[in-house]
């Protein structure tokens, strides 16, 4: 048994909202490559996007490749400490990448990635969340595709995970301090 310091405590984004949101923002990323999707290399953040991308890519088109970036930022806590690349990074010299991550709050994270993936010969680098913090740094990142806003909270389900623990979740929740009280997580 683990000693959590955190627990669900209300939903965010619900499992359907979520499934109803996914054909949509699909279709916004084929629409913006010109129609199609075709010859993109799809760049999950692993390990909080896997969910998320997916249940995107099995909604577009069938010619495009899937390679995965392992950027740790948070460790144990419930604050970024900035990003770290950890494990091989995909080939991208020449290719149109839409990196795909789940949430998009200090910006650290996507920045150093577009950046990382452009200084390696991206033809072009295109960033999807599915959530993005109603926060400055999170709203002055650039990001073209969004799946919902939320406000500043702790959240994890979804593939989002505090410490590892609570990815499976088919919601999105808000945590709380164990013992605390909804009312007090706001």
Same mark, same amino acid.
């Given at each position: 048994? &683990? ?12 499992a ?6 996914? *054909? ?22 692993? &390990?909080?996007?896997?969910?998320f ?11 495009l ?11 144990g806590? &419930? &604050? ?10 995909? @080939? ?16 650290? @994270?996507?920045?150093?990635?577009? $950046? ?5 010969? =991206?033809?072009?680098?295109? @960033?999807?969340?599915?959530?993005? $913090?109603?926060? *400055? ?8 595709f ?6 500043d ?23 709380? $301090?164990?013992?605390?009280? =909804?009312?007090?997580?706001r």
């Amino acid at each position: 048994m &683990t000693n959590l310091m955190y627990e669900p405590a209300e939903v965010v984004v619900p499992a359907e909202a979520i499934a109803a949101r996914m *054909p949509a923002l699909a279709q916004e990323i084929v629409d913006a490559y010109g129609g199609g999707a075709e010859g993109i290399v799809i760049v999950p953040v692993m &390990t909080g996007a896997f969910v998320f991308a997916a249940d995107l890519v099995r909604r577009m088109p069938n010619r495009l490749r899937v390679d995965v970036a392992t950027v740790r930022s948070y460790g144990g806590g &419930t &604050t970024s400490q900035g990003p770290r690349i950890e494990g091989v990074m995909p @080939t991208v010299q020449g290719r149109h990448v839409l990196l795909v991550d789940d949430i998009l709050d200090s910006g650290r @994270t996507l920045s150093f990635l577009r $950046k990382d993936m452009s200084d390696r010969g =991206a033809a072009s680098v295109r @960033t999807c969340v599915l959530l993005r $913090k109603r926060i *400055p740094p999170a709203m002055s990142t650039p990001c073209e595709f969004v799946g919902f806003a939320i406000p500043d909270l702790f959240v994890a389900g979804y593939g989002l995970a505090y410490d590892g623990w609570f990815r499976n979740l088919p919601d999105v929740v808000s945590l709380r $301090k164990v013992g605390e009280s =909804a009312a007090m997580v706001r």
